[in-house]
Nanobody, 123 residues
Framework: QVELAESGGGLVQPGDSLRLSCTAS????????MGWFRQAPGKERDFVGC???????YYADSVQGRFTISRDNAKNTVLLQMNSLKPEDTAVYYC?????????????????WGQGTQVTVSS
């Protein structure tokens, strides 16, 4: 069973950039869609974006134009580049592997999750 581990979170100021990484071990994800989600305290887990095996991407409206997802299948890594960060981007960010190769925002369609990494945007 593949395991996912996120890294790169931290405390940044509004307007700053941050890059999160998700690395897979004990397996591979190159043929699957990989997604990023986030969860703020007291809120549901929200879809951020996802990337298909061929590099096609799909983003939530709230991050479109600010966040970019990329993948390096040779390194079993998916990246989330976050620019122009806002306080409302504060959350625990999770990467997840989707059950299939489609693009989609439903968390129930993702079957393997990482432990998450905290991102805090505050002045």
């Amino acid at each position: 069973q593949v395991e996912l581990a996120e890294s790169g979170g931290g405390l940044v100021q509004p307007g700053d950039s941050l890059r999160l990484s998700c690395t897979a071990s004990r397996g591979t994800f190159e043929f699957y869609t990989m997604g990023w989600f986030r969860q703020a305290p007291g809120k549901e887990r929200d879809f951020v974006g996802c990337i298909r095996h061929d590099g096609d991407t799909y983003y939530a409206d709230s991050v479109q134009g600010r966040f970019t997802i990329s993948r390096d299948n040779a390194k079993n890594t998916v990246l989330l580049q976050m620019n122009s960060l806002k306080p409302e981007d504060t959350a625990v960010y999770y990467c997840a592997r989707r059950r299939d190769v489609a693009l989609g925002h439903n968390p129930a369609s993702y079957d393997v999750w990482g432990q998450g990494t905290q991102v805090t945007v505050s002045s």
